[in-house]
């Protein structure tokens, strides 16, 4: 049995699809049975918090594999008790690509700190570490229809944005085939795009004349709050969106960590 944690979000719902293609079991763990309905009847569905380990044991029963998805470290340290008490063997966690940056950079000091505690848990692990998620530009929906604009501190820096489908394909592949044990993986796209490059494909998909306007960390913080970011992930967002513009992630593309 596979659990999935993070089941009803952008990566988990990817990757929960995948699975039910595959007739893999499969399990999910939310906090709302209204929106695992989405799965149907082909997969189990465990109520529960990541705030509470009782509801994480219960879930983790007879299951071997995880896919983990956490919003801080509590929630990790309680998902990985939960997983020693029952027998869990191997976690893949969703971490983020600055993590295997050297040095750790931006928002991959949230995610490292969480790493390690997978890391010293005595647990297999999977380390998947994505570039930013391709669904991003879905934020950029209303000033897209309000003026024809995309926002972000990432100047003319370039990164490779990733399809959430892939990340998902990924994650699956660790989860039901050997080899991917105790490894981190880099996860980007197939292209180094800039948010310039964003604003023309959008432009074209749209018959838009879409432009890219570039912002200050102070506005892009403001954004990511406003986009309902964790309060304490947004200044690590912001530090990553300024290393973009100074070409961090253009240097790290396609660099493989493990
Ligand atoms: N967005 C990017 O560009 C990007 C890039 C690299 C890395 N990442 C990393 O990707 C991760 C986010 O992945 P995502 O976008 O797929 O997630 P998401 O869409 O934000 O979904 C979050 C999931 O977590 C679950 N969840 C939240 N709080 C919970 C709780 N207390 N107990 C149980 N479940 C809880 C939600 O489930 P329910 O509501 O159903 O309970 C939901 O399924 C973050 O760690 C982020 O740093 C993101």
């Not at 529960?48 to 299951?63: F, K, S, Y």
């Not at 592949?173 to 980007?188: D, F, K, R, S, V």
Request: proline fraction near 3%; charge should be negative; charged fraction near 20%.
């Amino acid at each position: 049995m596979i659990l999935v944690i993070g089941a009803t979000g952008t990566i988990g719902t990817q990757l929960v699809y995948q699975l039910i293609e595959g007739s893999y079991p499969v399990r999910t763990f939310t906090r709302s049975p209204e929106k695992a309905a989405k799965f149907g009847h082909k997969v189990g569905v465990a109520i529960g918090d990541l705030d509470d380990i009782e509801t994480l044991a219960r879930a983790m029963r007879g299951v071997k594999r995880c896919f983990l998805i956490t919003g801080g470290t509590k929630q990790d340290q309680n998902a990985l008790e939960a997983a020693k008490k029952t027998g869990v063997e191997h976690v893949v966690k969703i971490s983020t690509q600055e993590a295997g940056w050297t040095p750790v950079q931006g928002h991959g000091h949230w995610h490292k700190e969480r790493e390690e505690l997978l890391r010293a848990s005595g647990l297999t692990w999977t380390f998947l570490r994505p570039c930013m998620y391709m669904n991003f530009a879905l934020s950029w929906v209303e000033s897209i229809r309000a003026e024809n604009a995309i926002y972000s501190g990432g100047g003319t820096g370039k990164l490779g944005a990733v399809d959430p489908r892939d990340v998902a394909a990924v994650a699956k592949a660790a989860l039901i085939m050997p080899g991917h044990e105790n490894t981190a993986y880099e996860l980007t796209g197939p292209e180094l795009l800039s948010f310039g490059d964003m604003a023309a494909i959008l432009s074209k998909v749209t018959g838009r004349q879409i432009r890219h306007i570039d912002i200050s960390d102070t506005e892009q913080g403001e954004f990511f709050s406003k986009m309902g970011v964790p309060e304490y992930t947004v200044d690590g967002l912001v530090e990553t969106f300024s290393l973009i513009r100074e070409g961090w992630a253009r240097e790290n593309f396609g660099a493989s960590f493990a």
